[in-house]
């Protein structure tokens, strides 16, 4: 019996669901671009330009607040870690050197390296709130209960996903983050991560299949 | 060998080598051949399906997630850092750059630092080498200077001569006051002694 029967041809069909239509070839081209932009936005920065860093602030300041929001669930530590990327940013951005990758590889390996650390900082007072981290669980529960995933979108979906993402461990949720949700390329999250694109890809399977399991125990159809 | 025609010859696919495509699959970047196998191999083992199944729920549900707004304050607050906060001399160029432009950069870096210190000595050294020149040239006023410098000396020790004398002098004077002294105390002693009569 084929797959695509069983599972239903439009669930994994990658062309349909997730190939062109997602926009990686795009993506990659648009990326391109951004990353020709940024390589002169950087030049301009070391030249002194204070107008190419106040641009340079503005154009990134969403994607590396996204993944630090997404990965510490907090909005408060998530703007600390902005701050603190930005400051990293100002003292050695003198060390970036465009040939050996682009600015915003660049950028997310510098904001990853901080999350790491933050992570490392707030071990123990994870550790002492984590029995209150399942009661809401239960409450979760009940109030998700029987609805399917097509119901769920938009805001409620991102706080779900929030929710789980704080339950992978880090290798795997900053994969999945990387990916699925600032949508990079498999080479970028390589380069990003220092780790190869085979264990990228590993990770990036285990990380949405703990995900799924977490979200359908709170109550989600996935 | 690439892995492709490696899973041809094999004709199907392992569960290791089913999840080793599994995010290509997903994504729909397989060709039709690696597509058609990754399939076979999900239609026939239950745990890959599942696997999988799950993983591609999980996109799918990433995919409905919004976007995260950035607050309206960080953007701000990051630029004023920049404009009024100490990072203000991180971001400016150096006042060198400011004044002669980018072209004094290269020649600021730490590896000139010595060749500038170098040239800057030997500047300092021609106004020396100047004089030299000049005295090697004026023999009449090498030998005042030489016979400045005689005179200086011995100068010097006849003053160090008779600093030496008056040490002495006064020195004689203090043991002849001491010697005086000892004698006047001695004295009375003398007059105590008695003879006893037989």
């Given at each position: ?5 069983v ?10 669901l ?10 990659a ?5 951004a ?9 301009r920065?070391?030249?002194g ?10 154009i990134?300041t969403?994607r ?7 990965f510490?669930g ?7 870690l ?30 990853r ?8 900082r ?10 209150e ?6 409450e979760?529960?009940?109030a998700?209960?029987g ?7 938009g805001r409620?979906a ?7 993402l704080?339950?992978?461990?880090p ?18 999250i390589?380069q ?9 890809k590993?990770r ?9 399991r ?7 159809g996935? | ?7 041809r ?22 060709s ?5 196998l ?17 993983a591609?729920?999980?996109v799918a549900?990433?995919?409905?997630a919004s ?51 170098m ?16 005295l ?12 400045n ?12 001569y008779?600093?030496l ?6 020195r004689?004077?203090?043991d ?14 003398n ?8």
């Amino acid at each position: 019996m084929a797959f695509s029967a069983v599972m239903g041809q439009e669930v994994f069909d990658g062309a349909s669901l997730f190939g062109p239509a997602k926009g990686h070839a795009s993506a990659a081209s648009a990326a391109h671009a951004a990353s020709g932009s940024d390589a002169q936005l950087v030049e301009r920065c070391l030249a002194g330009d204070g107008t190419a860093w106040q641009d340079l602030v503005r154009i990134h300041t969403r994607r590396v607040y996204a993944i630090c929001y997404r990965f510490t669930g907090s909005d408060a530590d998530a703007q600390d870690l902005t701050q603190d990327v930005f400051l990293r940013v100002f003292k050695s951005l003198a060390t970036f050197h465009s040939a050996t990758g682009t600015f915003s590889v660049w950028l997310t390996r510098l904001t990853r390296n901080l999350l790491i650390d933050h992570y490392r900082r707030t071990k123990a007072d994870r550790a002492t709130g984590s029995l209150e981290d399942h009661l809401p669980v239960l409450e979760e529960r009940s109030a998700l209960a029987g609805r399917t995933e097509g119901m769920v979108a938009g805001r409620e979906a991102s706080e779900l996903i929030q929710g789980a993402l704080q339950k992978l461990s880090p290798e795997l949720r900053e994969t999945v983050i990387l990916r699925d949700l600032e949508e990079m390329e498999y080479r970028e999250i390589s380069q990003a991560l220092e780790i190869p694109e085979g264990t990228v890809k590993s990770r990036l399977n285990r990380g949405r299949a703990e995900l799924a399991r977490i979200l359908r125990r709170q109550g989600v159809g996935i | 060998m690439t892995p492709s025609s490696k899973i041809r010859q094999s004709s199907a696919l392992s569960c290791a080598q089913c999840e080793e495509h599994l995010a290509d699959f997903l994504d729909g970047a397989l060709s039709h051949e690696l597509k058609a196998l990754v399939e076979a191999h999900l239609g026939t083992c239950n745990a890959c399906a599942d696997f999988a199944r799950d993983a591609a729920g999980a996109v799918a549900f990433t995919g409905r997630a919004s976007a995260i707004e950035v607050p309206a304050t960080l953007i701000p607050q990051i630029l004023s850092e920049i404009t009024t906060g100490p990072s203000r001399v991180l971001v400016e160029a150096p006042l060198a750059e400011r004044i002669f432009g980018r072209w004094i950069r290269p020649v600021l870096q730490p590896r000139f630092a010595l060749g500038l210190a170098m040239a800057a000595l030997s500047v300092a050294v021609i106004p020396w080498r100047w004089q030299t020149a000049e005295l090697a040239t004026a023999p009449a006023r090498i030998l005042t200077m030489a016979e400045n410098r005689v005179y200086r000396v011995y100068d010097r020790a006849v003053k160090g001569y008779e600093d030496l004398a008056v040490v002495a002098e006064a020195r004689n004077q203090i043991d002849e006051w001491r010697d005086a002294t000892d004698q006047d105390a001695a004295q009375p002693a003398n007059n105590d002694i008695r003879v006893q009569p037989r």
